[in-house]
């Protein structure tokens, strides 16, 4: 079988047959990729651990005969991993959005800098990891073609005041006051939520990290992707069912394989 190397990102595993496991892994040079891991669930497997989630290595596979490459080799890239079930529940967000973005084999250096950018947010303590989804599914939900307009009211084109507006999710933006009943289940945004919205929206990555987010700030901007989301993906991310549960004190009840 003909083999390749490349670096990539496990974001998804499930387990196969006996021992082995079957992942889907975003690769820098091949895209996203399915894979299979023979004999990994064995105690004595060197492999075993380069198939956990988020783990980022760099990867000898052989091409199989059907969907699955095959892993032959990994020798782990050291990056932070998150700590905690939050953290963990926030990457596997980032890990699941990238799943359901990307198509199979459309390799792209930029996404997969991003990806790996995410995930390492997520594990940095010294941030609420919220903020690393709200970034990464902002540039999914720009990279599904979907900009929000969050200067111009998407009722009725009026210039938005600065003032609180809510934002629809199937308007594609913030509505003015007087739009505002037009969509019931749109969300509540304050002067200071709709600032950081257009942060994240710019795409300007110094500008976001220097921002102060605020607790009640950020759920209310995490509230705003998961709506879009929701919106222009068929269906809901299940790891937002998981997040809320755990902050809801409930995470106990999930589990994220
Ligand atoms: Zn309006």
Request: charged share 25%; hydrophobic share 40%.
């Amino acid at each position: 079988m003909p083999s390749y190397t490349d670096e990539g990102i496990v974001l998804r595993r499930i387990d196969y047959g006996d021992a082995d496991r079957i992942l889907t892994v975003l690769t820098r040079d091949h895209g996203k990729i399915g894979v299979i891991a023979r004999s990994v669930r064995r105690p004595q497997s060197r492999l075993g651990p380069r198939t956990d989630l988020f783990t980022r290595s760099r990867m000898q596979l052989a091409r199989g005969r059907g969907e699955l490459d095959v892993l032959t080799q990994a020798e782990p890239v050291t990056v932070p991993t998150p700590q905690g079930a939050r953290r963990v529940a926030c990457a596997a967000l980032c890990a699941e959005l990238t799943d359901r973005v990307l198509e199979g084999h459309h390799p792209d250096a930029e996404i997969y800098e991003l990806v790996g950018q995410a995930l390492r947010d997520c594990a940095d303590s010294n941030r609420d990891p919220r903020a690393a989804v709200v970034w990464f599914a902002r540039r999914m939900i720009d990279r599904l073609g979907y900009a929000p307009q969050l200067y111009d009211c998407v009722g009725c084109g009026a210039t938005l005041v600065e003032e609180p507006a809510r934002f629809s999710a199937p308007g594609g933006g913030l509505l003015c006051p007087s739009c505002a009943p037009d969509d019931p289940a749109s969300i509540e945004c304050s002067v200071r939520a709709i600032k950081v919205l257009r942060a994240a929206a710019s795409g300007d990555t110094d500008l976001w990290r220097r921002l102060r987010l605020d607790a009640p700030t950020l759920g209310t901007v995490d509230h705003v992707v998961e709506a879009e989301l929701a919106f222009h993906l068929d269906r809901r991310l299940r790891s937002f069912d998981v997040l809320r549960a755990i902050e809801g004190g409930n995470g106990a009840a999930l589990s994220l394989d």
